[in-house]
T-cell receptor, first 115, second 112 residues
Framework: DTGVSQDPRHKITKRGQNVTFRCDPISEHNRLYWYRQTLGQGPEFLTYFQNEAQLEKSRLLSDRFSAERPKGSFSTLEIQRTEQGDSAMYLC?????????????FGAGSRLTVL | DQQVKQNSPSLSVQEGRISILNCDYTNSMFDYFLWYKKYPAEGPTFLISISSIKDKNEDGRFTVFLNKSAKHLSLHIVPSQPGDSAVYFCAADMDSNYQLIWGAGTKLIIKP
């Protein structure tokens, strides 16, 4: 297993365009998380899946954001009608349940720049 | 309202000496704390954690201390090595197991 993979690593888009990020978690992990990180800040929680069910969404996740995890494997995070304030690093992480569930394994992130 | 604070944006330490990174929190309901390390262009990597029922956890060169009465934890790295140069994040969990609350990070620079 190569860990958590995210694609694309970098995305530059114009304001108003839609973007989609993909995350492939560690195969035996059934929990998947999306975080957002801006410069000089720690990651901020966006949303969380257990298997295919989206169990929690942050208030940060406006209605322009949607995340899916069909079949409980990979996940996508789509941002519609991007705004300059959406520019950030989008981090995906996965974890198992039970002991060690707090320990998240992160991907390298997808950096979004909205012009 | 920042529930987890890392008040030092950066810290410079001589190679071989001890590095001490600090973290303060405000929510007494936090029951699990983690330290992550982040290199440029990579995601955060788990380093060490501590449950609120303990006051110390050690793993090789890394030791985390928790002072619940002061709502303070610290990460000690002894001896510091050049490869330890990275941004260190403190994170806290509240029994939910899904929504970590993170500090802003401290950039550690190890000088040769």
């Amino acid at each position: 297993d190569t860990g958590v993979s995210q694609d694309p690593r970098h995305k530059i888009t114009k304001r108003g365009q839609n973007v989609t990020f993909r995350c492939d978690p560690i195969s035996e992990h059934n929990r998947l998380y999306w975080y957002r990180q801006t410069l000089g800040q720690g990651p901020e929680f966006l949303t969380y899946f257990q298997n295919e069910a989206q169990l929690e969404k942050s208030r940060l996740l406006s209605d322009r954001f949607s995340a899916e995890r069909p079949k409980g494997s990979f996940s996508t995070l789509e941002i519609q009608r991007t705004e300059q304030g959406d520019s950030a690093m989008y981090l995906c992480a996965s974890s198992s349940t039970g002991a060690g569930a707090n320990v998240l394994t992160f991907g390298a992130g997808s950096r979004l720049t909205v012009l | 309202d920042q529930q987890v604070k890392q008040n030092s944006p950066s810290l410079s330490v001589q190679e071989g000496r001890i590095s001490i990174l600090n973290c303060d929190y405000t929510n007494s309901m936090f029951d699990y704390f983690l330290w992550y390390k982040k290199y440029p262009a990579e995601g955060p990597t788990f380093l060490i954690s501590i449950s609120s029922i303990k006051d110390k956890n050690e793993d090789g060169r890394f030791t985390v201390f928790l002072n619940k009465s002061a709502k303070h934890l610290s990460l000690h790295i002894v001896p510091s090595q050049p490869g330890d140069s990275a941004v260190y994040f403190c994170a806290a969990d509240m029994d939910s197991n899904y929504q970590l609350i993170w500090g802003a990070g401290t950039k550690l620079i190890i000088k040769p």
